[in-house]
């Protein structure tokens, strides 16, 4: 790669010295050392592939209504046709996408692993899964409903067929001895979103005379169920039994890490001192809390027949014990959880949707 060229993994911009540190393994697959940006680089592998793909924010885009570039890059992700696979894995965190990238290969006619990191942070890892000879691609979804928007609706746009897509993220773990498990949303998904009518000081009572609620709680979406087996079966055979092993309940997608999570602030009217308890006393099965399956299940469900969808979470942080893991937990469980949901994506049936 020449001087001056953007070579850059799927940690994005900006984290050249954290990228640094990564072992001899990813840098010789390409997740090398940051240099100066250019807008857009496409770096040829051997068989034609790029191998480093850097999308920059200064191309001139077509049609408002879903904007393309000249190439067919999509607005936000960056990404065209060909570029990635039918089988997504969602991770929230790069460091995450960096870590499980481990487990993909170049491809069979010698193209390297794939790495793509668009301007707005996302990034698109493609390759081969072990020796399955089966494609799939790591994306950094990264945080909130709007991001998991962008990634579905892009995705969608620039792959053809039908798509299956798990999503690996962490979490708040809701019920007491589940830190550091995996948390399968088997039984569906909520939203819990603030209402901000309910702050507002027109926003006065109804007419029975309660007041709005500050957070409201949407009925449930569901994971198609033949992916959510697969990924359970293969959690339960790369997971330990007891601790450390896998709860599947509901998860609740917040629309705030602080105020939807029941995290009292001092700088803010949040309202939210009782939400936990409405959340268990409402839904008593509820897992976990975090911030994007919720977009991703209710997409897929109005996908027109086309995505299939699933997820699981680390519990990274035990709410009623205020526990947090360590960093090194943490890393082993992103490894077992993000191949057994890689294996569960390899093993689903695309013909079936
Ligand atoms: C908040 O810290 C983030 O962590 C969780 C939440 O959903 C939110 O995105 O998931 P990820 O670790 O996948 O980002
Ligand atoms: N992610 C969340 O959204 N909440 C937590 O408590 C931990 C991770």
Avoid: W
């Amino acid at each position: 790669m020449g001087a001056g060229v953007m070579e850059a993994g799927p940690t994005g911009p900006g984290t050249a010295t954290m990228r640094r540190g990564g072992s001899t393994a990813m840098r010789r697959r390409g997740f090398g050392v940051l240099c100066a940006a250019r807008p857009v680089v496409h770096s040829v592998g051997a068989r034609g592939r790029p191998a480093v793909c850097s999308v920059g924010a200064s191309r001139q885009m077509k049609n408002a209504n879903f904007p393309l570039d000249a190439e067919g890059r999509t607005f936000h992700l960056g990404c065209r046709k060909g570029e990635i696979s039918n089988r997504m894995l969602s991770v929230g965190d790069a460091s995450r996408a960096q870590l499980l990238s481990q487990f993909l290969k170049p491809f069979p006619n010698g193209d390297p692993v794939f790495n793509l990191v668009s301007s707005r942070g996302f990034s698109i890892t493609t390759g081969v899964v072990g020796d399955s000879n089966t494609e799939v691609s790591i994306v950094t979804t990264l945080m909130g409903l709007a991001n998991m928007d962008f990634v579905i609706r892009e995705s969608r746009a620039v792959i053809d067929g039908p798509m299956a897509v798990v999503r690996l993220g962490t979490c708040g773990a809701l019920q007491p001895g589940t830190l550091g498990k995996v948390l399968v949303p088997s039984d569906g998904c909520v939203l819990v979103h603030r209402n901000p009518d309910a702050f507002t000081q027109q926003s006065g009572g109804s007419a029975n005379g309660d007041s709005p609620s500050p957070y409201l709680i949407t009925n449930p979406v569901f994971p198609n169920a033949e992916l959510c087996n697969g990924l359970i079966t293969q959690l339960q055979r790369t997971l330990p039994k007891g601790p450390g092993g896998i709860k599947c309940g509901i998860n609740c997608t917040t629309d705030s890490f602080y105020s939807s999570q029941g995290r009292i602030a001092e700088d803010f009217d949040d309202r939210n001192e009782n939400l936990i308890q409405r959340v268990l006393g409402e839904i008593p099965n509820a897992v976990s809390f975090e911030m994007e399956t919720f977009q991703l299940l209710h997409l897929a469900s109005c996908s027109k027949g086309t995505i299939a969808a699933a997820a699981c979470a680390i519990g990274l942080a035990e709410r009623a014990s205020n526990e947090f893991m360590t960093p090194a937990q943490l890393v082993e469980m992103e490894e077992k959880a993000g191949k057994a949901a890689m294996d569960a994506l390899v093993s689903f049936d695309l013909s079936s949707l």
